[in-house]
Structures are given as C-alpha cells and as structure tokens.
C-alpha cells in the first residue's frame, strides 16, 4: 500500500472509531476511485477486515466502490 493510500485508510478509520460510517465510506470510496489496481484491492482488504463491506456499493458501469448512503 503506499504511503498516500496509508494516509487516507488511516484518516477513514478515524472517522469509523469516532462514529462516522459514512464518512468512513465516502473517504475510501473517494481513494478507491481514484487509485490504481493495485491500490484499489488494498482498500477493499482494508474495508474486509474492518468489516465494513455494508458501507459501500459497486458502480454498474466501472465497478468502483461508491459509498452507500442511507
């Protein structure tokens, strides 16, 4: 993972620990849509293993994860 993507996963899970799912969402979201591969299943093991898949949906057209809302 590199260090940028670090930051932002780490900037999410603050917004997780303080209570803030959505913000948690829509900060990995917005890193996932904008990283490589490589990157992009990065952050889906980190939203795996915080247990969070609910928080987000797939885009039907490029497959980037979108944060669920409601």
């Known amino acids: 993972m590199s260090n940028s993507t670090a930051q932002a996963v780490d900037m999410a899970r603050l ?3 303080s209570g803030n799912p959505r913000g948690y969402a829509r900060a990995l ?3 996932h849509r904008a990283s490589s591969k490589r990157q992009q299943f990065a952050i889906e ?3 795996a293993a915080d247990a969070c898949e ?3 949906t797939r ?3 490029h497959g980037c994860l ?3 809302e409601g």
């Open 15 to 17: 917004h997780l620990r």
């Open 29 to 31: 979201a917005g890193e």
């Open 45 to 47: 093991a980190v939203i």
């Open 54 to 56: 609910r928080l987000f």
């Open 59 to 61: 885009h039907p057209g």
């Open 66 to 68: 979108m944060a669920r």
